[in-house]
């Protein structure tokens, strides 16, 4: 694993710390899941925007009615576990 070096406003850095603290883990080990939890999340909804778009330009030919709303439940964005209780 890598080091890295990132600034943080004071309000960000003393909540991060206190929620770490309550959470019984590292600062660092709270920053990292949060992160690796958002980039996930970025990562489905830009999918999701790219099967939106093929949906709709599939439905645009005439030759498909599918339904396409349950397409961020099928995708795990709104159900996720927590980042906190991800092992």
């Known amino acids: 694993m890598r080091t890295i070096s990132i ?16 959470l019984s883990m590292t600062r660092s080990d709270l920053v990292r899941r949060a992160l690796e939890r958002e980039i996930r999340l970025q990562e489905k909804r830009m999918i999701q925007q790219k ?33 906190w209780e991800t092992p």
């Open 51 to 83: 099967l939106r778009e093929a949906a709709n330009a599939l439905n645009a030919t005439g030759l498909t009615k599918e339904p396409w709303a349950e397409l961020d439940t099928d995708l795990g964005i709104e159900e996720e576990t927590p980042w």
């Open 7 to 22: 600034k943080l406003p004071d309000d960000l850095l003393g909540r991060s710390t206190r929620l770490a603290k309550t």
